[in-house]
Antibody, heavy 124, light 107 residues
Framework: QLQLQQSGPGLVKPSETLSLTCTVS??????????WGWIRQPPGKGLEWIGS???????NYNPSLKSRVTISVDTSKNQFSLKLSSVTAADTAVYYC????????????????WGQGTLVTVSS | EIVLTQSPATLSLSPGERATLSCRAS??????LAWYQQKPGQAPRLLIY???NRATGIPARFSGSGSGTDFTLTISSLEPEDFAVYYC?????????FGGGTKVEIK
C-alpha cells in the first residue's frame, strides 16, 4: 500500500520560497507506476493542480505557476519536493502531495493516493 | 487548457434522495473524466475514473456516465456519509485540471 507523508513549514513570509517534501513508502520513487505531483487548495476553494514529475525526470507544471515552481526527486531518500518562489498571500492554501497513476497504468493521471495535506500560510 | 464547469455549485438534498451532479468540459475529453469526493479536513478520494468505472471499494450507489463534454455523477440514494464536496478531473490533456466542485449538503 502506497503511503505519502508530507513535511515542511506551515508559515512562510511574503516574497520567500515555500518548500515542502513528500516521503514515499510502499513504492520506489523510481517506479514507472506513478507520477509524483502536488495539488493545492486555498481555504474554502477548489483544487488546483500545481505540477508533477515522472521517474524519467520529466516535469509538467501548471502554466499559471510555471515561472515560480520547481518539483524534484531525491531517490536516495525516496522523496519528492515542491519549491514555490516569491510567494504572496494568494499562495496560502492546503498543499497536497499525490501519486497519479503512471503511463503504463489503467487510467494514467487518476489519483488513488494523497498525502495528508499541509496548510501553508503566507504572512509576515 | 481544458476548463471543467461543475453544476450546481450546491445541491441541497435529504438522505435517501437521488443526487445528480454535472461536469461540462470546454472541449472533448473523450471518456477521460474522474470524480472525487472530499470531506472537510480530508484529502479527496477517487470515486469514478474514465467516466463510468468505480474505483476499488466504492459503493454501487455511485455511478458515472457521459462522454465527450458532458458527464454526470449519480448517487442513487444518499447516505449520511455522502454529504461532501465532489470534484471532476479530466486526464485528456496534461495538466489534469479539476472542476470547481459541487457541494452536496443536507436539506
Amino acid at each position: 500500500q502506497l503511503q505519502l507523508q508530507q513535511s515542511g513549514p506551515g508559515l512562510v513570509k511574503p516574497s520567500e520560497t515555500l518548500s515542502l517534501t513528500c516521503t514515499v513508502s510502499g513504492a520506489s520513487i523510481s517506479s514507472s507506476s506513478y507520477y509524483w505531483g502536488w495539488i493545492r487548495q486555498p481555504p474554502g476553494k477548489g483544487l488546483e493542480w500545481i505540477g508533477s514529475i515522472y521517474y524519467t525526470g520529466t516535469t509538467n507544471y501548471n502554466p499559471s505557476l510555471k515561472s515560480r515552481v520547481t518539483i524534484s526527486v531525491d531517490t536516495s531518500k525516496n522523496q519528492f519536493s515542491l519549491k514555490l518562489s516569491s510567494v504572496t498571500a494568494a499562495d496560502t492554501a492546503v498543499y497536497y502531495c499525490a501519486a497519479p497513476r503512471g503511463i503504463a497504468a489503467v487510467a494514467p493521471g487518476v489519483i488513488d493516493y494523497w498525502g495528508q495535506g499541509t496548510l501553508v500560510t503566507v504572512s509576515s | 487548457e481544458i476548463v471543467l464547469t461543475q453544476s450546481p455549485a450546491t445541491l441541497s438534498l435529504s438522505p435517501g434522495e437521488r443526487a445528480t451532479l454535472s461536469c461540462r468540459a470546454s472541449q472533448s475529453v473523450s471518456s477521460y473524466l474522474a470524480w472525487y469526493q472530499q470531506k472537510p479536513g480530508q484529502a479527496p478520494r477517487l470515486l469514478i475514473y474514465d467516466a463510468t468505472n468505480r474505483a476499488t471499494g466504492i459503493p454501487a450507489r455511485f455511478s458515472g456516465s457521459g462522454s465527450g463534454t458532458d458527464f454526470t455523477l449519480t448517487i442513487s440514494s444518499l447516505e449520511p456519509e455522502d454529504f461532501a464536496v465532489y470534484y471532476c478531473q479530466q486526464r485528456s490533456n496534461w495538466p489534469p485540471f479539476f472542476g470547481g466542485g459541487t457541494k452536496v449538503e443536507i436539506k
